[in-house]
């Protein structure tokens, strides 16, 4: 298969972020409630990523410290977390805002690991902040969902928190270097399937078949083969390679959400899409990136 020949990583990449564009798109069609979709996601990426590791021989032997277990759970906890607020902020604002104000994470990552880890922010990245957050209130004020009326502002508010826990996983994942993150991330989806597991008797899974598929089509493809995907490819890309060709997944969620669910940006939210867009992704100057323990992006 073209996409996983390792001698394809500009590929892999680009196609790993294309998926993660149509994920909205998997979640609406699903219909089933946010608890729900992140339950199914962890399960069956989970475990599909549990047989892949153990194939390759990477579980063997168990290398996990009881400091590295514990952080890998917290680094859990904040991923499924993530999931579960960003899938809800879908019905509430739209496909295409909800990715867009996503977005913001990277930024919120800095922050991080300038208040815990001593990183110096630099005088651009406050800027890109403060232009990235102007944008999100730029959208706030002048979005509209796909029936015209305003976007619900409670939408734009969870698509935040699930980037300030995707921030704080990313945080966790910045002290489990060491570790193969195929590896990390099976742990972490174990992980988010047992605290899961509680929420279906609240939100139960879908019954008829057509809201099954969706699920399993998001745990097999957009999980487990875009993990992999995204594991196989980014320590083999420069870094500005890697920043520019993440605009691929805002840019297909916008798509899908134009052509699917006849969502249509005003100009005043285009422009706040543009600045959120070119404040949390602009490329970096630095060495090509090592293969490191990280979360998905979604």
Known sequence: ????????????????????GTIGAVVLESGADAPALAFARSLVGGLLLLVWSAARGWLRPWTLTRRDLLLAVLGGLFLVGNWVLLFASYALSSISVSTVVYHTQP???????????????????????????????????????????????????????AAALYAGASFVAKQLKHLRPHVLAAVQLVTGTIVLAPALL????PTDTSGLLWLVLLGTVHTALMYVLMYA??????????????YVYPVVAVVVDVLAYGHR???PEGVGMLAVLAAALAPKRAPAPRPEARPARV
Not at 136 to 149: E, M, Q, R
Not at 202 to 205: A, G, K, N, S
Request: aromatic share 4%; net charge positive.
């Open 1 to 20: 298969m073209v996409l996983m020949n390792k001698n394809n990583p500009l590929l892999q990449w680009t196609a790993a972020m294309a998926l993660s």
């Open 107 to 161: 930024l919120m990552l800095v922050g991080l690991a300038a208040a815990f880890l001593g990183e110096k922010m630099a005088k651009s990245q406050l800027i890109r902040a403060l232009i990235a957050f102007g944008g999100v209130t730029l959208i706030s004020l002048s979005a509209h969902g796909a029936d015209g009326k305003p976007v619900r502002l409670e939408g734009i508010a969870l698509a935040l928190g």
């Open 202 to 205: 609240v939100t139960p899974l």
């Open 233 to 246: 490819s980014i320590g083999k890309l420069p870094t500005t390679t890697v920043a520019l060709l993440s």
């Open 265 to 267: 940006p005003t100009w």
